[in-house]
């Protein structure tokens, strides 16, 4: 039975990696650092955590990914960047994502995800303002062994305040080399020095939108939060055992943008300057070389 298990679930990670733009990620941990630096006395620290179990069906061609998440942004604001932020805000997300895969045929397939999800303060009572149901839809191609490409839409917070967007999976692999990416949010070069060293650079656009309670800025209360920022630096994945990995990159984080939206929906739009980051991240994830 464990050995039945163990294969079962094997089979759904390469399946899923496959369709995928970057490889199946089944369980890890994830820091983020922003510090403050000269006269920038604004600095925020992100922790992730997340856990993804796939279920192949008895048809071979579908699976199911359930998939739960938790995230902290906690920002300190010394010299009031932000004029509705108090010196330390802690912001909370938690979802849960169903992701529904089905190959038609050996080159195409369909990629459905359905991300119900709360961000905020969790300060007061939640309300509706807590939540957003976050979505993708997208088809994917192998245009050959090395390479697969698709196209779709998602609606996501990546971009502060809730939108839709296009986006292209991209994944490439030939001898040493890869490329992951979903554009426009993500792109990864990684090239193998070693059979357990990664060295590449990565470039990222993320963000979310929170609900808060509890501020005010002299004339109205604040009711949420959003944040965008684009990250790009080199990164150096290292694995010590085949199905550990950990992640380290560093570089700049750049187009930071922190804005409050008050309650009559009026922006107070925040521009913090270019800042150094650094990021670990140890995640759990099966050998697919084997």
């Not at 961000?119 to 009572?125: I, L, N, Y």
């Not at 939640?126 to 997208?138: E, P």
């Not at 390479?147 to 001898?175: C, D, E, H, Q, W």
Request: with cysteine; proline share 5%.
């Amino acid at each position: 039975m464990k050995k039945q298990l163990i294969a079962t679930l094997f089979c759904s990670f390469v399946f899923v990696s496959n369709i995928f733009s970057q490889d199946f990620e089944l369980t890890g941990i994830r820091y983020l650092n922003y510090p403050a630096t000269g006269g920038n006395d604004f600095s925020v620290q992100e922790f992730g955590a997340f856990l993804n179990i796939p279920n192949k069906l008895k048809n071979d061609k579908t699976i199911l990914v359930n998939g739960l998440f938790y995230g902290q942004v906690r920002m300190n604001d010394l010299e009031n960047h932000i004029p509705t932020l108090e010196q330390e805000l802690v912001l909370h997300s938690v979802s849960y994502r169903f992701t529904f895969i089905h190959k038609f045929n050996e080159k195409w397939a369909l990629v459905g995800v359905l991300e119900p999800t709360l961000a905020s303060d969790f300060e007061s009572s939640l309300s509706s303002d807590d939540f957003v149901l976050q979505s993708t839809a997208m088809v994917s191609k192998t245009i050959s062994p090395k390479l697969n490409l698709g196209a779709g839409l998602i609606y996501t917070t990546r971009f502060g305040s809730p939108r839709v967007i296009p986006v292209m999976p991209i994944k490439f692999k030939s001898n040493k080399h890869r490329i992951n990416a979903m554009l426009p949010t993500k792109i990864l070069y990684a090239y193998e020095a070693k059979p357990n060293l990664d060295i590449g650079i990565k470039a990222t656009i993320n963000g979310a939108n929170f609900n808060i309670t509890g501020f005010s800025n002299q004339t109205d209360d604040v009711n949420k939060i959003n944040y965008t920022r684009a990250n790009i630096g080199p990164v150096v994945y290292y694995k010590p055992k085949k199905i550990i990995t950990l992640e380290l990159t560093g570089g700049i984080s750049t187009n930071r943008r922190y804005n409050s939206v008050l309650a009559n929906d009026d922006v107070i739009e925040t521009t913090l300057p270019t800042q150094a980051f650094f990021n670990f991240g140890l995640v759990i994830k099966p050998d697919l070389n084997k």
